[in-house]
């Protein structure tokens, strides 16, 4: 399928925007560890991968803008705080605690792979050849976040005990990520994108897998919370914070080619 | 730079209990540019351990140039031919199954014609130990013959990534790159001032950037 049926194309864009937000938001945070990261490798791969996510972002929002004629600066940039539909973990600071940053890593980087894969058997061709082609960066992401962890946690006492406080510090906010988005059914119905109700138990195993290979213990929430949440539009106030700060160049000059 | 980076919590030394058990260790990266195409020097690394340098080794060195493979080598795998470094006892796989110690593994060689030059990958010998190599190459393999250095390492100890696993940034990064960056600025003259004006200001001191 190479155009989107027209009752479709709103539905289509609130996944988008729900992954690119993701990564935006994500790759900003992240980006404040340049220079302050433990080692000085590691200063320079997470880095790279906050870049990755800023740019996977940006081709996303191209996308949309092929759908709708925006521009891909003005749907990261330009939207009030309410039409973002990033879920509710990527919003806090982590507190330049690295424990809390890898962790937030592990479950935002299985989770942006496992959607990403299925995102790439969309029935919609541009959004399938663009997941898998961001897929596989999305798993030497997940890679680099199992490798830490699982160094970590075997690691020392000190460092097993940070990983396990940020593990129960972050689990509350994990279901966020599985939020749906307004018209997600429809979207699943037309084959735009694959049925999803069993990706959180998915995701449980290959994260439950990686903190079992670290000695950490997690006990995940069965059932996923049925409240509005980021995926809808209700954020944290970190976000607005965040969104005050990362916008506010584009504000000065909102029409502006850069 | 983010607002939030005027607040980072203080580390105190004396917060950290736990004495670092290990120094990290140095790894030499090789990149292939092309399929069958030999492995280049591309720089250095330290990492706690082996899987770790593969993950770094990645980022660093195989995502802002299409590459199809990297290599990592722990320099204490390494032999040198101006004696800068000195291998470890090799033990091969193979030695250790038969009981032989003599028996013969193959070394992976790398040179460097002048000095300055990258090393490169020449092909590999057979040989006991590492210094056995190192005149295996020298006698066989006619880059070595004549090059300014000589490495050697067990092609048993060479890390590498899994064929057709992807490495390098499938979106454009090109403005983190110098070159980059001059295109962009040099486009937006092009837009905003005209062709006159792009000329009067590379004629200026600022030329080298473009």
């Known amino acids: 399928m190479h155009e989107v049926p027209a009752h479709l194309i709103e539905p289509l864009k609130q996944l988008l925007l729900s992954i690119a937000d993701d990564k935006l938001m994500l790759g900003h945070r992240n980006s404040d560890w340049t220079g302050l990261a433990p080692i000085l490798e590691e200063d320079i791969a997470f880095s790279a991968i906050a870049q990755d996510e800023i740019a996977h972002a940006q081709a996303l929002y191209e996308l949309i803008g092929s759908l709708t004629g925006e521009r891909a600066d003005d749907i990261a940039f330009g939207r009030e705080i309410g039409a973002y539909r990033c879920a509710q973990i990527v919003e806090p600071g982590d507190g330049f605690d690295w424990g809390v940053a890898l962790v937030r890593q592990l479950f935002c980087d299985h989770f942006d792979a496992m959607r990403l894969a299925r995102a790439a058997q969309s029935a919609y061709k541009p959004l399938a050849d663009l997941a898998a082609r961001l897929v596989a960066e999305e798993r030497v992401h997940v890679e680099h976040a199992d490798t830490w962890l699982v160094r970590l946690g075997r690691g020392t006492g000190e460092s097993h005990d940070r990983l396990q406080r940020a593990v129960y510090q972050l689990l509350p906010l994990a279901p966020s990520l599985f939020e749906p988005v307004e018209g997600q059914d429809d979207l699943e119905q037309a084959s735009l994108y694959p049925p999803s109700a069993d990706l959180y138990s998915a995701w449980r195993v290959e994260v439950g897998t990686t903190l079992e290979r670290a000695n950490l213990r997690v006990e995940f929430p069965a059932q996923l919370p049925t409240e509005r949440g980021g995926r809808r539009g209700i954020h944290t106030p970190a976000l607005a914070e965040l969104l005050d700060e990362m916008c506010e160049v584009y504000r000065t000059e909102p029409g502006a080619a850069w | ?210």
């Open chain 2, 1 to 210: 730079m983010s607002k939030i980076r005027q607040n980072v919590p203080p580390v105190s030394e004396a917060s950290i209990e736990v004495r670092a058990t290990g120094d990290a260790k140095p790894y030499v990266i090789f990149t292939q540019l092309k399929e069958r195409g030999p492995h280049l020097y591309a720089g250095w690394l330290e990492a706690a351990d082996d899987e770790m340098a593969m993950v770094l080794a990645k980022e660093h060195y195989g995502r802002d140039q299409e590459c199809v493979g990297i290599w990592a080598i722990e320099r204490s795998h390494i032999q040198s031919s101006d004696g800068l470094y000195q291998a470890k006892p090799a033990t091969s796989v193979a030695a250790t199954k038969s009981g032989a110690s003599s028996s013969l593994m193959p070394f992976c060689v790398f040179t460097q014609k002048r000095a300055g030059d990258v090393f490169v990958e020449v092909g590999s010998v057979n040989a006991s130990s590492p210094a056995e190599a190192l005149n295996a190459a020298q006698s066989t393999t006619p880059q070595a013959s004549k090059a300014h250095c000589i490495w050697v390492a067990p092609r048993a100890e060479i890390l590498e990534t899994a064929p057709g696993e992807l490495i390098w940034r499938t979106t454009d990064q090109t403005y983190r790159l110098a070159r980059g960056y001059t295109r962009l600025v040099k486009e937006k003259w092009r837009q905003f001032r005209g062709e006159e004006a792009l000329k009067a200001y590379e004629e200026d001191d600022l030329k080298e950037e473009f």
